[in-house]
């Protein structure tokens, strides 16, 4: 399906992605409804195009954190027993075990998705879904001794997986799956966003490795809807990060559940 967005509505869109995709409201739910509005004919292509954006910003944020991961992970392959004593290299280990229900669960969905993105009372009962998530963050209780261990990193993978559908938020579901586990507040705002990479970046890959995709995307009024995701979603990010950090993630419960049901009436 191509696309007939202009630099106009791809740089609206861009705003709703960074808004978005950081803040627990789904960007895939509002991007649906975004390109309805707009009218702009949006496909897979042009949502996985303006994640890039924000997969961009999450990366400049969490930089030093992704190359300790990276430098644990090659210390494990000469010291296997760091696994059991060293919880950065714990950390990553978790963020390769959830990436894979969470890409089993992308691959097997991934048609359906883009049909249900159309489908407004599905976006609508998902938007409820995230509303509820929210307010079950409140019961998390921190546990001390809390380490990622890959069974507890593969449960929030799944929940990650279960994001896909349009209108569930991913941050929403991941932090709150972490927080239930027991991990502190800074624990689970990072490790949210450091196993989003492997599942963004793949999408990425997947959706704009053939020729024609970035076309299908937008060209380049899709690139400039990515850019203006990057510039949005970096301030949004650091705004989540002191709105976890106070415990306050249900609150945006109080915009998404009066939205479910308004996207609900008005489709």
Known sequence: ?????????????????????????????????????????GNL???????????????????KEVL?????????VKTPSRLKTDPVAMEGLGVV???????????????????WSNVTWIVAVCFLGTGLVLLASRLGKEREDFRWTPARAFLLGLAQ????????????????????????PKDAFRFSFLVSLPAVGGALLLELKDPGALARAGGAAGVVGAVVAFFVGLGALYALRGVVSRGKLWAFALYVIPLAVLTYVLG
């Open 1 to 41: 399906m191509t696309t007939n967005a202009g630099v106009l509505e791809t740089s609206i869109l861009g705003v709703v992605q960074g808004l978005t995709e950081f803040l627990p409201i789904s960007s895939d739910g509002h991007l649906a409804l975004g390109q309805r509005l707009l009218r702009t004919g």
């Open 45 to 63: 292509e042009m949502t996985v195009l303006l994640h890039a954006g924000t997969l961009v910003a999450t990366l400049l944020v969490f930089r």
């Open 68 to 76: 300790a991961l990276f430098k644990e992970l090659a210390a494990v």
């Open 97 to 115: 075990v959830a990436s894979v229900p969470t890409a089993v669960i992308g691959l097997l969905l991934k048609k359906r998705v883009e049909a």
């Open 161 to 184: 997986g279960a994001a896909v559908l349009p209108g569930l938020s991913r941050s929403a579901c991941t932090i709150t799956t972490a927080l239930l586990l027991g991990a502190p």
